[in-house]
């Protein structure tokens, strides 16, 4: 594809339940990242994965987040028991290599809603 | 703690003018400084700065990093109405990974 993509693009969910978010980087990028952009904030980084693998979690707020990677492709974030306080942007974001490219390129965002 | 902190936080002008955005950080292990512009969702990469002096051009922007002093600025000359839109900056580690420390954001209204 063109660029990177995430769905969906808008999600509202009631306070307790899980959430999926999924992410498809540009094709060829081997590191894919996660972020998430409060209302009036700034974007905090949440996981990195290089290749299937996640060396960097330290982002993630709370043991309620998980993200997975497969096929070096597509990533899911999933939050599971959602609160009004995850509300919020979720932006991904790959680039070609982390050595070799500080350029990342971000999707359009899922605008999660909890209720 | 780690720190990207921008100025302003929100700018209103009027077309034709000239504004600069302000970003400084305080991050260990620095490696690279980004600048994006973020209109809706998806922010688009501006500038790439890893050396200290060397001005970045695109059109009317440019943009200069400092590393002795920490800070970098965004220059716009001749603002248009389509420069509205939120200009991030953000830092990248020099680690095991290539996560980004942004600030806060400014918030650039260009009015006719």
């Known amino acids: 594809g063109a660029g990177v993509s995430q769905s969906p693009s808008n999600k509202v969910t009631e306070k307790g339940k899980d959430v999926e978010l999924r992410c498809d980087p540009i094709?060829?990028?081997?590191?894919l990242y996660w972020y998430r952009q409060s209302l009036g904030q700034g974007l905090e980084f949440l996981i990195y994965?290089?290749?299937?693998?996640?060396?960097?979690k330290s982002g993630l707020p709370s043991d309620r987040f998980s993200a997975e990677r497969t096929g070096g492709s597509v990533s899911t974030l999933t939050i599971q028991r959602t609160q009004q306080e995850d509300s919020a942007v979720y932006l991904c974001?790959?680039?070609?290599?982390?050595?070799?490219?500080?350029?990342?390129?971000f999707g359009p965002g899922t605008r999660l809603t909890v209720l | 703690e780690d720190k990207v902190v921008q100025s302003p936080l929100s700018l209103v002008v009027h077309e034709g003018d000239t504004v600069t955005l302000n970003c400084s950080y305080e991050?260990?292990?620095?490696?690279?400084l980004l600048w994006y512009k973020q209109e809706k969702k998806a922010p688009t990469f501006l500038f790439m700065l890893?050396?200290?002096?060397i001005e970045k051009k695109s059109g009317r922007l440019s943009s200069i990093l400092d590393k002795k002093e920490l800070f970098s600025i965004l220059n716009i000359t001749a603002t248009q109405t389509g420069d509205s839109a939120i200009y991030l900056c953000?830092?990248?580690?020099?680690?095991?990974?290539?996560?980004?420390?942004f600030g806060q954001g400014t918030t650039l209204q260009v009015k006719p």
């Open positions: 974001a790959s680039s070609l290599e982390r050595e070799g490219a500080d350029t990342q390129y």
């Open positions: 094709s060829g990028h081997t590191a």
């Open positions: 994965f290089q290749g299937n693998s996640a060396p960097d």
């Open positions: 991050v260990t292990n620095f490696r690279s």
């Open positions: 890893t050396s200290s002096g």
């Open positions: 953000a830092v990248v580690y020099s680690s095991n990974t290539g996560k980004l420390i």
